[in-house]
């Protein structure tokens, strides 16, 4: 998940999967789409992205910046 996190920080906080996924073999780790998108989905869970669906077949990650996190509920 740290990975994840410090390439969205290198590309300004923002990136496709698509492009996302391929830094990350690129720097050697082995990970497969379905690995990705339960990464993507836990830390969108924790509020620290958002992922936006722009097409059937690719995504855009972005970075949440801590003054825009939501508030879980019973913490309003």
Do not use: C
Not at 7 to 24: M, W
Request: no cysteine.
């Amino acid at each position: 998940m740290f990975l994840v996190l410090q390439i969205l920080e290198e590309r300004g906080g923002r990136i496709s999967d698509n492009e996302l996924l391929l830094e990350i073999k690129r720097r050697g780790e082995d990970i497969s789409r379905s690995e990705l998108n339960k990464i993507l989905m836990t830390l969108e869970v924790y509020g620290l992205i958002y992922v936006e669906s722009v097409s059937l077949k690719e995504k855009i990650i972005e970075r949440i910046e801590e003054e825009r996190r939501y508030l879980s509920v019973g913490e309003d």
